[in-house]
């Protein structure tokens, strides 16, 4: 089993950047794909960007070129480098670990982006 903690979310203005960490306790981080999803108010959660546990990474079109995440299995963490924020990137964003038919979610933090 694996709990996930989210971090680095808050405000910030229009073209300003962000880090997320999410923070993994538990065994076998490096054998998970992790992700990040976001949810806006009133509208469904979507995925941000997924590496593997190969590296390879993909990413929502509406954020490539601007955000890149990353993992550090020695830490047991994943990030999300956001940059050029905009005010459509504001959500809930959401930490999430996939094996197989096993999936974990963390609490999420929230990104606020406005001027």
């Known amino acids: 089993q694996l709990q996930l903690v989210e971090s680095g979310g808050g405000l910030v203005q229009p073209g300003g950047s962000l880090r997320l960490s999410c923070a993994a306790s538990g065994s076998s981080f490096s054998t998970y794909t992790m992700a990040w999803y976001r949810q806006a108010p009133g509208k469904q959660r979507e995925l941000v960007a997924r590496?593997?546990?190969?590296?390879?990474?993909n990413y929502a079109d509406s954020v490539k070129g601007r955000f890149t995440i990353s993992r550090d299995n020695a830490e047991k963490t994943v990030y999300l480098q956001m940059n050029s924020l905009k005010p459509d990137d504001t959500a809930d964003y959401y930490c999430?670990?996939?094996?197989?038919?096993?999936?974990?979610w963390g609490q999420g933090t929230q990104v606020t982006v406005s001027s």
């Open positions: 999430k670990a996939s094996f197989t038919i096993r999936h974990y």
């Open positions: 590496i593997t546990t190969g590296g390879s990474t």
